[in-house]
């Protein structure tokens, strides 16, 4: 859309056929949101390459009314509840300024499914067909991460309608299997391994006397 006044984004996808690209994301297509626009951050294809994750910015906020440049005050405000103490503020503050929620769009029918719902969650692909999706969400353990370990809700999503099931809160660092079934996660004491299908959690080491730590 270069002709444009304002040129927007568009994503085409090309199988490495004599035939041309095709069109799969821009503006104005069923369930692409108003007045957004297609992030040109990165994209993920999922193993098979059925499944695409891509990203769609929210609209930038109005700008404040100029002020004279000798009535304008640089300071920093501290909030004892700040989720982050200010230097890590300003080292964040790129993405913590980010407008991004991540999408997923399905390559043979060109449907577009949203996945996150707080521009701060992460996503990735969690089976090799790009069916369900990991979400992670580390934002409401922000406080405690600033003396503490990295801590996070992680739920697994279905990628053709959106809906999510929380499978782990307050839980550090999670590992899938290939198949996206299996998730093993540290409790402090103990190795787990959760079934995701069935929802049993197993408690792989605790029959054996040996100390095991977390790495």
Not at 90 to 101: D, E, G, M, V
């Amino acid at each position: 859309d270069r002709e444009a006044e304002k040129p927007k984004s568009e994503l085409f996808v090309w199988d490495f056929e004599p035939t041309p690209a095709r069109k799969l994301i821009s503006h104005g297509m069923r369930d692409f949101p108003d007045g957004h626009e297609l992030s040109t951050g990165s994209v993920t294809f999922s193993n098979d390459g059925a499944a695409l994750l891509f990203g769609i910015n929210a609209p930038k906020p109005e700008d404040l009314p100029a002020i004279l440049s000798d009535e304008k005050v640089s300071v920093d405000l501290w909030h004892w509840q700040d989720p982050l103490m200010q230097p890590m503020q300003k080292l964040r503050s790129s993405s913590l300024a980010s407008r991004t929620h991540r999408w997923v769009c399905h390559i043979d029918d060109g449907k577009i499914v949203q996945a996150s719902q707080s521009t701060q969650e992460r996503v990735r692909f969690l089976t090799k067909d790009g069916s369900r999706l990991l979400i992670t969400d580390s934002s409401p353990y922000a406080k405690e991460i600033s003396w503490d370990a990295t801590y996070s809700d992680y739920y697994v999503a279905n990628a053709f309608d959106g809906s999510r099931e929380k499978v782990f809160e307050h839980m550090g660092r999670v590992s899938s299997s290939p198949s996206g079934r299996y998730m093993m996660h540290w409790d402090g004491e103990h190795w787990f391994c959760s079934d995701l299908v069935d929802g049993v959690s197993n408690n792989l080491t605790a029959g054996i006397d040996v100390p095991f730590w977390r790495w």
